[in-house]
């Protein structure tokens, strides 16, 4: 099983901007109902997704920098980092299926298995 990692300021270029492989980020805070409500979601989409997405996820009570860096205005946002630069977002919490289409991650992983 693979968990989603924690991504920080520390690492957020090695793990993010650096990633050979796509990065899907959730942005979070443990007080937000939402996030607590995505999380799972995350989590699935993690283990499903192994080897062809990398998943991380940011507290924005931790790192607001790099909340402000992404444009983050509410949570929880998550969004999909392609070659170092963000793809695709969606905001608030939704269905898995939803969240996949809303990203294109189904795309992706057609390109990454016809690779």
């Known amino acids: 099983m693979t968990d989603p990692i924690t991504i920080t300021e520390d690492n957020f270029e090695e793990q993010v901007l650096r990633s050979s492989t796509p990065v899907l980020v959730d942005y979070w805070a ?7 409500l995505l999380g799972p979601v995350i989590d699935e989409i993690a283990q499903d997704r192994d080897g ?7 507290n924005v009570d931790e790192q607001p920098h790099l909340a402000e860096l992404a444009g983050v205005l509410g949570i929880p946002s ?6 170092g630069a963000p793809s ?6 939704q269905p898995k299926r939803l969240l996949e289409q809303t990203l294109g991650l189904d795309e992706q992983l057609a390109a990454t298995d016809a690779g």
Not at 52 to 58: I, M, N, P, Q, S
Not at 78 to 83: G, P
């Open 30 to 36: 443990p007080w937000c109902g939402p996030c607590r």
């Open 52 to 58: 062809a997405l990398k998943v991380g996820k940011v």
């Open 78 to 83: 998550v969004v999909l980092y392609r070659d």
């Open 88 to 93: 695709a977002r969606a905001i608030g919490a």
